[in-house]
C-alpha cells in the first residue's frame, strides 16, 4: 500500500478497515479473509464507527466527513465552515450523544495551500442535533490524531507542529506536542497539560492510557508521563484496538498493516 491510517475495528465483522490514502481506498483485514478492498473514497484519512455502527470517514480528497449508510450510499456530515471549505479534516473523535470532534489541517491539500479557504489549521466540534460546527481550538499548527477519555471528560490532541505553509508566520517554528484538555458543562476546552513529542493518531485503553503514533507507539498515562514504548518495523501513522477480546492494537505503518498482543483491552 501506499499511506495506510485510520484505522477502525468493526466487531460484528471480525474485520478491520483502514485508509490507503493516496490510492484512494478503504481496505479490509480480517483473520478469515485476508486483505482486500473495502471501498473507494477520497483520499480517506481518519475513521471511527457511530453508536449504529456506521463508518464515519475524513475525506482528505472531498474535503469533507461521511457517513457509509447501510444501503452503501454516503451522507455528507460536514463539509462547510461559515460558508468556507475545510482544509482537508484530518481524524476525528465521537462522543456518546453522538459529538464529533475533529482535526481540519492542510495536508489534503496540494502544497498545503492550494484552494485554502480558511485562516488557519483549526480543531472543531460538530453538534449533532443542529449539524453545525464551531472552532474549539485555534492556537495549534497541524492539528491531526484526536482521541476522547475513558469518562469523555479530556480530549487529546496531537499537534504536529512547525510547518512553513501555516497562514500565521509566528505559528512555524512551533515544537510538534500532544495535548491534554478538560472539557467543560459547554463544552468548552481548557489546557490541563502539554508534552514535546511527535504525535500523529492515537487511541487509548481501558485504564485511560494513550497510544500515540510518532517515531514508534509511545504510551502516556492520563497525567501525560510516558509509560512505554512499542517499536514499529515502519514509522506508525495510527493506531486502534479490535480482535476478539479487544487486545489486539492494530497499527497503520506507511506501506503495511501490523499488530500487537497487549495485556489491556482498548476503550470500548
Not at 205 to 216: K, L, S, V
Not at 225 to 240: D, H, K, R, W
Request: hydrophobic share 35%.
Amino acid at each position: 500500500m501506499s499511506f495506510t491510517e485510520g484505522p477502525v475495528w468493526l466487531p460484528k465483522e471480525e474485520t478491520l478497515v483502514f485508509s490507503d490514502i493516496p490510492n484512494s481506498k478503504l481496505m479490509q483485514w480480517s483473520e478469515s479473509g485476508g486483505l482486500s478492498t473495502y471501498a473507494e473514497r477520497e483520499n480517506p484519512n481518519g475513521n471511527m464507527l457511530d453508536s449504529q455502527g456506521r463508518l464515519l470517514t475524513c475525506q482528505h480528497g472531498a474535503r469533507n466527513i461521511v457517513r457509509s449508510e447501510a444501503d452503501g450510499s454516503l451522507t455528507v456530515i460536514a463539509d462547510h465552515f461559515e460558508g468556507k471549505r475545510f482544509n482537508s479534516p484530518n481524524d476525528l473523535a465521537l462522543q456518546s450523544d453522538g459529538t464529533i470532534w475533529f482535526t481540519d489541517p492542510p495536508w489534503g491539500l496540494e502544497n498545503q495551500t492550494e484552494g485554502r479557504e480558511l485562516d488557519g489549521h483549526w480543531v472543531f466540534h460538530l453538534d449533532p442535533s443542529s449539524g453545525k460546527s464551531r472552532v474549539v481550538i485555534r492556537d495549534l499548527v497541524m492539528p491531526n490524531g484526536i482521541a476522547l477519555s475513558p469518562d469523555e471528560k479530556a480530549l487529546y490532541v496531537a499537534d504536529t507542529g512547525g510547518h512553513p505553509t501555516h497562514p500565521d508566520p509566528s505559528y512555524r517554528d512551533r515544537p510538534a506536542t500532544l495535548s491534554a484538555y478538560s472539557i467543560g458543562p459547554a463544552g468548552e476546552l481548557s489546557l490541563t497539560w502539554r508534552v514535546e513529542t511527535v504525535c500523529d493518531g492515537m487511541c487509548l485503553d481501558e485504564q485511560g492510557n494513550i497510544y500515540a503514533t510518532g517515531t514508534a507507539v509511545t504510551v502516556w498515562r492520563p497525567d501525560g508521563t510516558q509509560l512505554g514504548s512499542i517499536e514499529v518495523p515502519e514509522q506508525p501513522a495510527n493506531v486502534c484496538f479490535g480482535g476478539e477480546d479487544g487486545r489486539t492494537l492494530f497499527i497503520t505503518a506507511r506501506t503495511s498493516l501490523y499488530a500487537v498482543k497487549l495485556k489491556v483491552a482498548g476503550l470500548k
